[in-house]
């Protein structure tokens, strides 16, 4: 019985947050990837007012519930989210991404992780027994105002006016503006809602938790997998869904043996939520483009080349101007960039969006290190690229059948899980292991080798776009269903496009880890992956030249970080993701529509000068002719 109580107020917790995701995604069509970001922050804001400046914490709770969480609510859809209306998938889910980031790093620059919090107490003291088990009257609360707001939100939408307007905005915005109703109000009210939900739900979990940036955050996302089971619209398979996920989650930490639970126990929720969306596939093929940004002619053999050249010059000058300290950061900068030249491949060209990109370079940089020996052996490197790609093609094979959201909620589940199940095991919790650089010792000699290798993968990988196969991942990111019905192997191709990047990823990781000379777990957290995704996506991700520009980027905003804002990169990196919407193609991406515009005016004004110049030959050749009939007559 007392695994059965903790069980339902778990699921209670989790059916509220789930609740809240299936809102916004019901009503405005959005999967918001920051919905537990943003329940963070106002449980952060809950606690500024109460802990920090003394409110009443009735006061304070409802301020926020009422006012704050709604306003934030209303604002992220006013700026964020009203521009993504009709956008493609991609860009969707780079926004909501990037603003989990945003709030994660306003969050820490905020509140100083390094402060102990701690909510005021509701209704402390108080308990009751029941069926032989001791229930506080805190827990009985989270049970009924869990239960109310899934009744209150069931008759919302089903009964009233307001809520079915909401759900007819997402079927046909065009349509619902006919018959009178505002779509983008019943959007923003819809999103206003949810972040009031996200608010209730982080208030009511801090308590029982660590109050602390990150740990909410996921504990509030590990409620999506209640949100799965519901198809992100069903209410009443997500409540049921949310208190089998509690209720296996209690038992199995009241019943798994000791030595499993440091491992097993903080991931379960995430290992839940993965194995909901691989048994219950809820993803069919669908006709929906999720390109970040619009095709851009690939490169050729010769530019691409000097291209390559000129970089690896370019770094060695660089490396022989920076301190050491500053060469560590700018080093480390150009290492990420080989892991970003994998998502290049696997989310710019095939738009199969993953979040687990650090966790193959965390298995290559593992292989280096233990098998590599003291002097980098071949055999490490080689093995640091084909283990990698092995767990590639392994969880291809897992996720097959996902894409868009689904493929992007198992990636990130499966770099989660993989920090406890494998790092944290492998290396220990707060470990370290020792990786060999391959064939130069001296630090500014291994930052030309790896921008040699950066080079190399970078020319590799236009190659690719240029054959066959990176025609038919660009042929699978247009459209599944028309790949299927020309008899393409989707199958085969997403398979090959996870293995290959995979592989990449494992090679950038065995250059990190012998850029570091120690790697840890935090090296390869989940974050990690989030942020190299959004910073490529910035840049822009379906061009090798936005990895170029995202590994320079990575590599000095840390020596900007260091002299100005605390989480800078987060903040800027975040930012730029949220302006996604309104420019998709990205830094590179502009660069080239504005080098297409300056190319397109040149040729038209070269055609004006050519015209003018033909009627002038003309208009000499009329007048020549005018005098020799003159002169005829």
């Known amino acids: 019985m007392p695994y059965v109580v903790v069980g339902i107020i778990l699921g209670c917790l989790y059916a509220l947050t789930a609740c809240g995701l299936v809102v916004t995604y019901q009503t405005s069509g959005i999967f918001n990837f920051a919905h537990g970001a943003i329940g963070m922050f106002m449980a952060f804001t809950y606690w500024q007012l109460s802990g920090g400046w003394g409110l009443p914490w009735p ?46 790093g306003l969050a820490d620059a905020i509140w100083k992780p390094t402060i102990t919090r701690r909510l005021p107490e509701i209704l402390p003291g108080h308990q009751v027994k029941l069926f032989g088990v001791v229930v506080t009257y805190y827990e009985i609360l989270v049970l009924v105002i ?22 007819a ?60 089971v519901g198809r992100l619209k069903h209410l009443p398979l997500t409540v049921a869904g949310a208190m089998a996920l509690g209720l296996l989650q209690s038992f199995a930490v009241g019943k798994l043996p000791n030595r499993w639970l440091s491992d097993v126990a903080p991931v379960l929720p995430m290992a839940l939520l993965f194995g909901a969306l691989v048994v219950l596939r809820p993803a069919r093929l669908e006709a929906v483009r999720l390109k970040l940004g619009r095709d851009r002619q690939t490169m050729g053999v010769r530019p691409s080349m000097v291209l390559a050249v000129a970089f690896v010059l370019g770094s060695w000058v660089v490396g022989q101007m920076l301190s050491p300290g500053n060469l560590l950061t700018f080093g480390h900068g150009i290492v990420l960039g080989i892991v ?21 370079a965390g298995f290559g940089a593992y292989f280096m290190g233990k098998y590599g020996g003291s002097g980098g052996s071949l055999f490490g490197l080689a093995g640091a690229v084909l283990f990698p790609a092995a767990a590639g093609t392994l969880l291809a094979l897992l996720v097959l059948r996902l894409r868009g959201i689904y493929l992007a909620l198992s990636t990130l589940a499966f770099a989660y899980a993989m920090e406890s199940l494998f790092f944290n095991h492998q290396l220990g919790y707060g470990g370290s292991l020792r990786v060999s650089r391959f064939v130069a010792h001296s630090q500014r000699a291994f930052l030309v080798e790896v921008s040699i290798v950066f080079a190399l993968v970078a020319l590799a990988v ?55 000379g120690i790697v840890g777990p935090n090296d390869f957290a989940m974050l990690t992956s989030l942020l190299l995704l959004l910073t490529l996506a910035v840049a822009g991700i379906n061009v090798v030249l936005g990895a170029t520009f995202a590994a320079l980027y990575l590599a000095i905003a840390p020596i900007i970080e260091r002299h100005t804002l605390a989480n800078f990169t987060y903040l800027t990196v975040g930012l730029g993701s949220i302006l996604l919407g309104r420019f998709p193609d990205g830094v590179a991406g502009g ?43």
């Open 59 to 104: 006061v304070a709770l409802l301020l926020v519930l009422l006012v704050l969480a709604p306003l934030l609510g209303a604002a992220i859809e006013r700026l964020a989210i009203r521009p993504l209306y009709g956008a493609s998938l991609g860009v969707t889910l780079a926004v909501t991404l990037g603003l989990l980031l945003f709030l994660l």
């Open 146 to 167: 869990s239960v109310a707001a899934a009744a209150g939100l069931r008759l919302l939408f089903t009964r009233t006016r307001a809520g079915i307007t909401m759900r």
């Open 169 to 228: 905005v997402v079927d046909d915005r065009d349509l619902t503006s006919r018959s009178g109703a505002n779509p983008a109000r019943s959007a923003q009210l819809s999103w206003a809602l949810g972040a009031s939900i996200a608010a209730l739900a982080s208030i009511l979990i801090a308590p029982l938790q660590n109050f602390d940036q990150f740990n909410l955050t996921i504990l509030v996302i590990t409620g999506y997998a209640a949100a799965v």
């Open 340 to 360: 970003m030249l994998s998502l290049v491949l696997l989310t710019g060209y095939g738009g199969q969006v993953a979040l687990c990109q650090m966790t193959f």
């Open 462 to 516: 236009l190659a690719i776009k240029r054959g066959a196969f990176g025609r038919r991942l660009s042929a699978m990111n247009d459209s599944s269903i028309a790949c299927v019905s020309l008899g393409m192997d989707v199958t085969g191709t997403k398979v090959a496009a996870f293995t290959i990047a995979a592989g990449i990823a494992g090679l950038g990781g065995a250059m990190y880890g012998g850029w570091q």
């Open 591 to 633: 660069l080239s529509t504005a080098a297409d515009r300056v190319r397109s005016l040149r040729r038209r004004e070269n055609r004006r000068l050519d015209s003018v110049v033909a009627g002038d030959a003309v208009t000499a050749g009329f007048g020549e002719e005018v005098d020799v009939v003159g002169l005829a007559r």
